[in-house]
């Protein structure tokens, strides 16, 4: 849901590069984790391959409402391969999709922290409201709500923080039309709710294994 559009020369090489660093930085947090688990995440693995190109052919399909938005499914990837490998998994997606041009190289570390808190979020809401809402659906669309929302703000944040060259507008004004854009994303976050809520109770219908739930 949340992805910085600019080209690059939008931020300033320094603030690109704070975000790259950062990014590494987790990329290599879950590379080590993953190397220290080794042997314990085939299925994961394999499943993560699969939800990242789904996610990718999503990610290119441009919904075009005020200007263009679209569906990313990182919430889904956080419950089906879980933050470490959702790590790789959207930076994986941010790569092929700035080849594309979906998106500047330079800000490929500022939209994979953006992914990454989305994921995060929604792999924590989802897996800590178990006993609280035993519902998959229910607690798949909350968990991917809330984090697409958290997204939203991170990428506020990102773009608050570095400003964007070129640009003669306010802060004041530059974080209205920032406000603006949060409330059609999060328009387009419920459909983005329903639909993973909808997979999601699928999923856990006929292999409740792969959510880590068990059988009803």
């Not at 949340?2 to 300033?12: K, N, Q, R, V, W």
């Not at 938005?69 to 997606?93: D, F, K, S």
């Not at 570390?109 to 994921?119: D, H, K, P, S, T």
Request: aromatic content about 8%; hydrophobic content about 60%.
């Amino acid at each position: 849901m949340a992805h910085i559009h600019l080209e690059d020369g939008s931020f300033t090489l320094t603030w690109v590069l704070v975000w790259w660093i950062i990014a590494l930085a987790c990329i290599g947090i879950a590379l080590w984790v993953l190397r220290r688990e080794k042997g314990k995440n085939q299925k994961k693995i394999t499943i993560a391959a699969f939800v990242t190109a789904a996610a990718f052919a999503l990610f290119q399909i441009n919904i075009p409402l005020f200007g263009g938005v679209h569906l990313n499914l990182t919430p889904l990837v956080a419950i089906l391969a879980g933050p470490v490998l959702g790590a790789l998994v959207v930076l994986v997606i941010n790569i092929l999709s700035a080849a594309i041009g979906h998106g500047g190289w330079g800000l490929i570390g500022a939209n994979v922290l953006i992914n990454l808190v989305e994921v995060v979020v929604a792999y924590l809401i989802f897996r800590g409201s178990r006993k609280i809402i035993p519902d998959l659906f229910s607690r798949a669309g909350i968990a991917t709500f809330a984090g697409l929302f958290c997204g939203n703000l991170m990428m506020v944040a990102i773009i608050m923080a570095s400003g964007i060259q070129g640009v003669t507008q306010t802060p004041g004004q530059v974080l209205a039309g920032l406000s603006l854009i949060i409330a059609v994303n999060m328009g387009i976050a419920i459909v983005e709710a329903l639909l993973t809520g909808l997979i999601v109770r699928y999923i856990g219908n006929i292999r409740p294994d792969i959510l880590g739930e068990s059988k009803p």
